[in-house]
C-alpha cells in the first residue's frame, strides 16, 4: 500500500436542531459552533511528522469533494448523534475510492452497524495509533482495531489547535482528566474509561493553556472531563493552584467551564479555588428529584445530598449550574413531570437539559433492558427534545411523551416567562464571583443591539424587554452574561417550540392514518355486500386523503426549515401508506365488477 501522506480529518455534522447545538444562539455572536472536535486535533498529534493534515469540522463548512480527491486517507471521528452525515462524508469518499478510518463514541458503540467503513479503531488509541498507522501503510491493518489499554495521559500530546478556525468557535476546550469514580446504570463513560480517574498533569494542561494563548485565544474554555472533580484531593492541590498562577500571570485570559458531580457542593474550599481560578459554569447530572429513581440507577452521589440546597450552594460560590434531567426510569410515577418543572423552577437552572431515558449500547442499562426484552431501536444519540424511545417503559409510552412535552413546554413556555424568571433566580442567588462578568467591548455591543432588534418582537418580547430592564438597574455588573442568557432563551425557545409543532403534526398523521384506515374497513364492507354506494365512498375517501395531506403539507411549511427533514420524511411514508389501503380497496372494487371512476393519487 503506498504512504499515506495528505490525511484529511473529518468531524461531521451535528443537527442543528438539538438543544446542545445552540446554533440560534451562536449566530447572534457571528459564531457557527460551540466547540471544536477536540478528539480529532488530540488525534492529529500523533500523526508522523511528514504527513500533511487538513481538518474540516462539517459544523462550521461544507466537507467539498477537492478535500476528498487531495487525501491519501480520511480519519472520521462522531458520536452517535453525527451518525446521518456520517453515512454522507463515508459515501462520498468510497465514491473517489479513499480508505476511511471511523473512530469516537459512534464507532465504539456502533460499528457492528455501519456499513461502508474500511477500518475501525476502538477505544483510546495514545499508545496504539503508531503501530496501527504503520499497520495501515503496510497494508495489514485489521478491518476494527481494539485498543484495549487505558493509556497513561499524565504527559500526554497537545492538540493540533492550530487546525482549527478558531474565529468560527465560541470557546475552546481541553480535556483534564478521563473517568469517573460513579456507576450509574444509565452511562457508558465508567464502562469506556474507568472508575479510577486518570489526570493530566498540570505541566501538561499549562502546555495547552500556552498553546492556546500563543495563538491567540481568548475567552472561555471548556474542560470537557465528564466528571472535573472525580479526584478532588488532586484537583486541589495539583491543579487549581497551578491554574491560579497561570491565569494572574497571564491577565486571567481564560474562563472556564465543566462537568462535575453534585457533591462539588459539599467541598467549600474546592467551590471557592475553582471560582478564584475563573471557573463560572459547571455542568452537573441531576437527573431527578425523585430518590426511587435514583437508587434505580446507581446515582448513589445524588441520594447524599439535598439536592435543591446543593443548586443553590453552588450558584452562591460564584458558578451558575447548568442541569441534565432524565424522565422514562422505570420507577417514575404520575407526578414526575409536575416534579421536575417545580425543581427547576426553584433551583433557578437557566439551562436544564431535560431528555428521554435512552439505553446506550454498553451500558448497564443497555444490558439489563435486553435481558428482559425491552430494548427496541438503536438509540439516536440525542438526549433531548426527542420523542422517540428505543426501549419499552414501565410508564404508558403516551403518557410518557405527553409528560415530557408537558415538561418542555413549561420551561421554555412561549412566552419564555419561566426561563426568564430561572434567569433572574440565579443571577440574584449568585454570590461572589470576581471573574463571572466578561468584559464589554464592541463585541458584546454588537451582540446587545442584535438581540434588541431580533428578540424584542418575538413572541416572547415583552418577557424579554422587561427581564432586560430590571437587571440593567438590579445587575448592571453582569449585563453582558445578562444579554447571553437572553439569546440562550432564543435558541430553547426554537429547538422547544418547533419540537412541539412538529410532534403535534406527527400526531395528526398518526390520528389521520388511523381515521383512513377504519373509513376503508367500513367501505369494503360496503364493497362485499355490493353497495351501490361503494363506489361514490371510495371517492370519496381519495379527496379525503388529498385534504388530509394538503393540510398537513400546509403544516410543514410553516416549521422551520432546519426542522422540517424528518417530518417531511414521515409525511411521505403516510401518503404512501394512505395510498396503499386506498389501492386496495380500489382493486377490490374492480374485482367486484363495480363501475369505478375513482381518481387515484
Not at 462537568?259 to 478564584?276: C, H, Q, T
Request: proline share 4%; with cysteine; net charge neutral.
Amino acid at each position: 500500500m503506498k504512504k499515506l501522506r495528505n490525511i484529511l480529518l473529518v468531524y461531521p455534522e451535528v443537527p442543528n436542531n438539538t438543544y446542545w447545538s445552540f446554533k440560534y444562539a451562536l449566530r447572534f455572536i457571528r459564531k457557527q459552533s460551540g466547540h471544536p472536535p477536540l478528539g480529532l486535533i488530540t488525534i492529529a498529534a500523533l500523526f508522523p511528522q511528514d504527513c500533511c493534515l487538513r481538518l474540516v469540522d462539517m459544523n462550521i463548512e461544507p466537507l467539498r469533494a477537492e478535500d476528498i480527491a487531495w487525501a491519501d486517507g480520511v480519519f472520521i471521528s462522531a458520536m452517535i448523534v453525527q451518525h446521518a452525515s456520517v453515512d454522507q462524508v463515508v459515501a462520498a469518499c468510497r465514491e473517489q475510492g479513499k480508505l476511511t478510518v471511523l473512530g469516537g463514541p459512534y464507532a465504539n458503540s456502533n460499528w457492528r452497524e455501519i456499513q461502508g467503513v474500511d477500518h475501525f479503531v476502538l477505544g483510546e488509541v495514545e499508545e496504539a495509533f503508531s503501530s496501527f498507522f504503520q499497520d495501515l501503510e503496510k497494508g495489514t491493518a485489521p478491518r476494527v482495531y481494539h485498543c484495549s489499554a487505558k493509556p497513561d495521559i499524565s504527559h500526554t500530546v497537545i492538540p493540533r489547535f492550530d487546525l482549527l478556525k478558531k474565529a468560527a468557535y465560541a470557546s475552546m476546550s481541553i480535556q483534564y482528566s478521563r473517568g469517573c469514580p460513579f456507576k450509574c446504570e444509565f452511562c457508558d463513560i465508567w464502562k469506556v474509561y474507568g472508575n479510577r480517574p486518570r489526570l493530566k498533569s498540570p505541566a501538561a494542561v499549562l502546555g495547552e493553556l500556552d498553546a492556546l494563548y500563543g495563538l491567540g485565544w481568548r475567552g472561555p474554555v471548556f474542560i470537557v472531563d465528564d466528571n472535573f472533580i472525580g479526584n478532588k484531593k488532586r484537583v486541589k492541590s495539583d491543579l487549581l493552584p497551578a491554574l491560579k498562577t497561570w491565569q494572574e500571570e497571564h491577565d486571567f485570559a481564560f474562563r472556564f467551564f465543566t462537568e462535575a458531580s453534585i457533591n462539588l457542593a459539599e467541598d467549600v474550599e474546592l467551590m471557592d479555588a475553582m471560582r478564584n481560578v475563573g471557573f463560572n459554569e459547571v455542568f452537573i447530572g441531576i437527573e431527578t428529584p425523585a430518590v426511587e429513581c435514583l437508587m434505580e440507577t446507581g446515582k448513589i452521589q445524588n441520594l447524599k445530598i439535598d439536592l435543591t440546597a446543593a443548586v443553590h450552594i453552588i450558584q452562591r460560590h460564584g458558578m451558575e449550574v447548568m442541569a441534565g434531567f432524565i424522565l422514562g426510569f422505570d420507577n417514575d410515577t404520575d407526578d414526575i413531570f409536575q416534579r421536575q418543572i417545580a425543581f427547576i423552577q426553584q433551583t433557578g437552572i437557566p439551562k436544564a437539559m431535560v431528555g428521554l431515558l435512552t439505553a446506550l449500547p454498553g451500558t448497564d442499562l443497555y444490558e439489563r433492558l435486553s435481558r428482559e426484552g425491552r430494548i427496541v431501536a438503536a438509540s439516536a444519540g440525542n438526549n433531548t427534545h426527542c420523542l422517540e424511545l428505543n426501549f419499552t417503559p414501565r410508564m404508558a409510552p403516551q403518557k410518557l411523551k405527553a409528560g415530557y412535552q408537558e415538561v418542555l413546554a413549561a420551561i421554555y413556555d412561549q412566552n419564555l416567562k419561566n426561563y426568564f424568571e430561572r434567569c433572574t433566580r440565579f443571577l440574584e442567588n449568585l454570590g461572589e464571583a470576581p471573574h463571572f462578568q466578561r468584559e464589554i467591548g464592541l463585541k458584546e455591543i454588537l451582540m446587545l443591539l442584535k438581540s434588541l432588534g431580533i428578540q424584542t418582537f418575538k413572541p416572547y418580547g415583552y418577557q424579554y424587554l422587561k427581564f432586560v430592564t430590571y437587571h440593567m438597574f438590579r445587575n448592571r455588573h453582569v449585563f453582558g452574561e445578562v444579554i447571553k442568557y437572553c439569546i440562550i432563551g432564543h435558541h430553547f425557545h426554537m429547538i422547544t417550540q418547533e419540537t412541539l409543532k412538529i410532534e403535534k403534526l406527527s400526531s395528526h398523521l398518526d390520528e389521520c392514518y388511523r381515521y383512513l384506515r377504519d373509513q376503508v374497513n367500513l367501505c369494503s364492507t360496503s364493497v362485499k355486500a355490493n353497495s351501490k354506494d361503494a363506489v361514490r365512498f371510495a371517492e370519496k375517501l381519495w379527496r379525503r386523503r388529498k385534504q388530509i395531506l394538503d393540510t398537513c403539507l400546509a403544516g410543514i411549511d410553516k416549521i422551520h426549515v432546519d426542522f422540517q427533514a424528518e417530518i417531511r420524511l414521515k409525511y411521505n411514508v403516510m401518503a404512501e401508506k394512505m395510498k396503499e389501503l386506498l389501492m386496495a380497496l380500489e382493486a377490490d372494487v374492480l374485482k367486484r365488477g363495480m363501475r369505478s371512476q375513482v381518481k387515484t393519487g
